[in-house]
């Protein structure tokens, strides 16, 4: 089992729901992108879902998305519960426990999914997680379903950014099997072993890439 630290920052509390400075920076873009990016209907599984503001955000926006929600952290799944609950949303359900390095997730009896989505997971984790996402995406994704990962990625082993480079070096001294992925030189790798194509990069605010795939 994979165990991270899901906070890197001081977070706001009401009751059991957490609020995210960096969701509520990000989560218009992120949302505008992947609606753009996602089909127009069907399940979408979200990996990692931290606060729950991100799932609660695009789901309101999508509301012929089937959005689960979760997260391996036991704070974090309190946190999406009380989201869920307090927005009472008819197409957002969750909390999961997915931990992706086990080879069942036990949400097998729901897919196909239309759409995987992981915000901000696989850097703050060691890279079994992004095996185990694209593993995952290789059995639960429909025909042509698509894994949309959004966060600081390299490009062909450079950083993007003096700051990506400084965060890289942060979250390294915290756990060294963490860090920036590279686009090229990690993900396309899993991708092309489990099934997976490139679709798009869409450059982001603060440096950060949504990364989109699509299943073949």
Same mark, same amino acid.
């Given at each position: 089992?994979?165990?991270?630290? %899901?906070?890197?920052?001081?977070?706001?509390?009401?009751?059991?729901?957490?609020?995210?400075?960096?969701? @509520?920076?990000?989560?218009?873009a992120i949302r505008d992108v992947f609606i753009k990016a996602?089909?127009?209907? &069907?399940?979408?599984?979200?990996?990692?879902? &931290?606060?729950?503001? /991100?799932?609660? /955000?695009?789901?309101?926006? @999508?509301?012929?998305?089937?959005?689960? %929600?979760?997260?391996?952290?036991?704070?974090?799944? @309190?946190?999406?519960?009380?989201? #869920?609950?307090?927005?009472?949303?008819?197409?957002?359900?969750?909390? /999961?426990? #997915?931990? $992706?390095?086990?080879?069942?997730?036990?949400?097998?009896?729901?897919?196909?999914?239309?759409?995987?989505?992981?915000?901000?997971?696989?850097?703050?984790?060691? =890279?079994?997680?992004?095996?185990?996402?694209?593993?995952?995406?290789?059995?639960?994704?429909?025909?042509?379903?698509?894994?949309?990962?959004?966060?600081?990625?390299?490009?062909?082993?450079? /950083? %993007?950014?003096?700051?990506?480079?400084? =965060?890289? #070096?942060?979250?390294?001294?915290?756990?060294?099997?963490?860090?920036?992925?590279?686009?090229?030189?990690?993900?396309?790798?899993?991708?092309?072993?489990?099934?997976? @194509?490139?679709?798009? #990069?869409?450059?982001?605010?603060?440096?950060?890439?949504? $990364?989109?795939?699509?299943? %073949?």
């Open positions: 089992m994979v165990k991270r630290e %899901t906070a890197l920052e001081d977070r706001e509390q009401a009751g059991e729901r957490l609020f995210s400075p960096s969701a @509520a920076r990000n989560r218009d996602a089909p127009t209907s &069907g399940k979408v599984l979200e990996i990692g879902g &931290g606060t729950g503001e /991100h799932s609660v /955000h695009i789901a309101s926006a @999508a509301p012929k998305l089937e959005w689960h %929600t979760g997260d391996p952290d036991k704070k974090s799944r @309190a946190s999406i519960a009380a989201w #869920i609950k307090h927005v009472d949303l008819p197409n957002l359900s969750g909390p /999961h426990g #997915i931990d $992706v390095t086990e080879p069942e997730w036990g949400v097998e009896d729901s897919a196909p999914f239309a759409a995987i989505i992981s915000i901000n997971m696989i850097h703050i984790a060691p =890279f079994e997680a992004a095996e185990g996402l694209f593993a995952g995406a290789r059995r639960l994704l429909a025909a042509s379903g698509m894994l949309f990962l959004y966060g600081p990625f390299k490009r062909c082993g450079e /950083h %993007t950014s003096p700051s990506n480079e400084a =965060f890289d #070096i942060s979250l390294k001294s915290r756990d060294p099997n963490w860090g920036v992925r590279d686009v090229e030189h990690d993900l396309l790798a899993l991708a092309q072993k489990n099934s997976l @194509a490139l679709e798009g #990069i869409v450059e982001m605010p603060a440096n950060n890439l949504s $990364v989109i795939f699509k299943k %073949t």
